[in-house]
C-alpha cells in the first residue's frame, strides 16, 4: 500500500487558452480504465478483500482509514490517495463519512503523484 497527495499545492499552474487553475496529475492508464464514486455514510466499510486489479482510491471529502495486508490501519483525508497493487489485499473504512474516486486498470501508472511524508 502507497499513500500519496494530490492537494492544491501539489499541482500546477495552468495558464494555456487563457486559463488560470492548478491541476495535480493522478495518473496514466496504459489499458483499459474503470472509474467510478465511492460514498462511505457514518461507520461504512469496503470490506477487506484482494484488488483483482491495481487500485488507485482518491479521497475527495471527509476522512478514514486504509490498510494493506496487515492489521494497521492509516488515517487518510480529502486530498490523499491510495494505491494497491493487483492481488494485496486491503480494507478502508470511515466513522464520519468519506467519498472516494476509485481507478482500477491493469496499469496504473502513479510516478505523477507526491508520496505522503509520514
Sequence with gaps: MEIYHFKKETGKKITQFSSDFILTHISITHKVANIGCMHLEENGIIGFHKAVV?????????????????????????GEAVFWEKDE?????????????????EELDTSSLIPLEK
Design 54 to 78: 491495481p487500485q488507485l482510491l482518491l479521497i475527495v471529502n471527509g476522512e478514514g482509514f486504509v490498510r494493506g495486508e496487515t492489521d494497521e490501519f492509516v488515517k487518510v483525508q480529502s
Design 89 to 105: 489485499w486491503h480494507e478502508t473504512k470511515t466513522d464520519t463519512g468519506l467519498t472516494g474516486i476509485v481507478i482500477q486498470s
